[in-house]
């Protein structure tokens, strides 16, 4: 676990950048690489204080202590933990994972631009994000943002087939299914096949739409979960086309999850 290679954004440069008209997915970008620096900077402490406290220039309290273990049973510290994002993976993949959420955060302080597919499970706080693409929408047209909701297409493309972003909403990626699976070539919800316990989703375009416009008849209301605990992590529900009655995955208890660890 190193640290220092996460490196720190320049929060104060990209709010000039950003200036005051900011979008509100712009925004929710700019909050991600607040947590992710503030975890950062916490991890780079713990670690610091640790390696002095081993090498015997600071005495190790029950914190170091504790850092320490946690570290040598591949387990994510609770220190860390309380300020990171919701997660039941080992130290090495948590770490490997933060790298890679770093790097989605990384991509947009380039340019300022949300990308073409917005891996949605690399967030701290999805809601934001999918409360931001009701926020556009509800500015654009000038709508009641109490009035708007969400409106899910899924597509049948994988992120290196998405050529640009999305006219309205956003393409976005990184969720699984449990209880069943989504079959691409018949665009719907059908039984899970043996030995795929968390087949995953492809690109799905995620609009919004006031709710006198939406028509939710025949579709599966399935809620989205941040992990296999679900509980707590509940993120939001999503409306999946679906050929069986939807009552038929609610009492298969069918969720989709944005992060899981087999």
Not at 72 to 85: F, I, R
Request: with cysteine; net charge negative; charged share 25%.
């Amino acid at each position: 676990i190193n640290a220092e290679y996460m490196g720190e954004h320049n929060l104060q440069e990209i709010a000039e950048r950003l200036e005051e008209d900011r979008t509100p997915g712009q925004h929710v970008f700019y909050q991600e690489c607040e947590r992710l620096n503030y975890l950062v900077a916490r991890m780079k402490k713990s670690l610091a204080d640790l390696d002095l406290g081993l090498k015997g220039s600071l005495s190790m309290s029950g914190v170091m202590q504790q850092l320490f273990d946690d570290i040598n049973l591949n387990k994510v510290p609770e220190s860390w933990a309380d300020v990171g994002y919701m997660s039941m993976r080992p130290l090495t993949s948590w770490y490997a994972n933060l790298l890679e959420r770093n790097q989605q955060l990384l991509n947009f302080t380039t340019e300022l631009q949300l990308p073409k597919v917005v891996y949605i499970s690399y967030f701290f706080n999805p809601s934001a994000f999918l409360t931001a693409i009701m926020q556009t929408t509800a500015m654009q047209y000038n709508y009641d943002l109490d009035q708007m909701s969400l409106v899910t297409e899924v597509t049948k493309k994988w992120p290196d087939q998405v050529d640009g972003t999305a006219r309205e909403g956003a393409h976005v990626y990184g969720m699984f299914m449990e209880g069943a699976r989504w079959d691409m070539g018949a665009s719907t919800v059908e039984d899970s096949r043996m030995k795929e316990l968390y087949p995953k989703m492809p690109v799905m375009t995620i609009k919004s739409l006031p709710l006198s416009k939406v028509d939710y008849k025949e579709l599966y209301p399935c809620p989205l979960y941040k992990t296999q605990e679900r509980g707590g992590g509940f993120v939001t529900t999503l409306h999946l086309k679906t050929k069986s009655p939807p009552r038929k995955w609610v009492i298969g208890g069918v969720a989709l999850l944005l992060d899981v660890v087999e």
